[in-house]
């Protein structure tokens, strides 16, 4: 069974600063690849972010980076230059071709403060 | 990507009753998926459907309370069935599109029972 724990239920960070959000997951598939997701309020879900397990290299996506720690299981979130746009919920997933699903973490609400 | 359209938006049911919401796609897809969240909450997955074959549900999810219709790879829908107040929540449609198990959302239905 896939697991994804993202242990910061909130997080908050001043408008132009940088936030890093945690997620940690569990898999037995040497195959997979990770995400983020964003739900701003009353918003449909968007993908921010994606990673293959395979490539050593760290996504990034303009102001959005991860910090993908394979051996440790860790596949953190940078946002800099944080903006007001970004306030919302983050997901991190876990997706695999075998499972047919991707597993989600429980959410990290993220405020951004002016 | 997938463009991915849910009806209705939201609605207000009397209990009892049952709701069908449906979700097209712009394109063909394999997997469907359908999720259920409560605001500011993580997703749980009620099923996944795929053309052509019967749904599967997640455990505490059956089908005599959650049908679900995939007639074609562009539309599906779930019904809530005798609906009560636990069944308030946001239903969302999602499908699988690409190499790498990436997931697109509908917008969501918000769905209140009285």
């Known amino acids: 069974a896939q697991t994804v724990t993202q242990s910061q239920p909130e997080m908050s960070v001043q408008e132009a600063e940088t936030v890093t959000l945690s997620c940690t997951y569990d898999t037995s598939e040497s195959d997979y690849y990770l995400f983020w997701y964003k739900q701003p309020p009353s918003r449909q879900m968007i993908l921010v972010i994606r990673?293959?397990?395979?490539?050593?290299q760290n996504a990034t996506e303009n102001r959005f980076s991860v910090n993908f720690q394979k051996a440790a299981k860790s596949f953190s979130l940078k946002i800099s230059d944080s903006q007001l746009g970004d306030a919302a919920m983050y997901f991190c997933a876990l997706g695999n071709t075998n499972a047919g699903k991707s597993t989600f973490g429980d959410g990290t609400t993220l405020t951004v403060k002016p | 990507s997938a463009v991915i359209s849910q009806k209705p938006s939201r609605d207000i049911c009397q209990r009892g009753t049952s709701l069908t919401i449906q979700c097209q796609v712009d394109s063909q897809v394999t997997m469907m998926f359908w999720y259920r969240q409560q605001p500011g909450q993580s997703l749980t997955l009620i099923a996944t459907a795929n053309q052509g074959s019967e749904a599967t549900y997640e455990s505490g999810f059956v089908i005599d309370k959650f049908p679900i219709s995939r007639p074609n790879l562009t539309f599906s829908t779930l019904t809530v069935s005798n609906m009560s107040p636990e069944d308030s929540s946001i239903y969302l449609c999602?499908?699988?599109?690409?190499?790498?198990?990436?997931?697109?959302f509908g917008p969501g239905t918000r769905l209140t029972v009285l």
């Open positions: 999602s499908v699988e599109v690409g190499s790498y198990n990436e997931q697109f």
């Open positions: 990673q293959e397990a395979y490539k050593q």
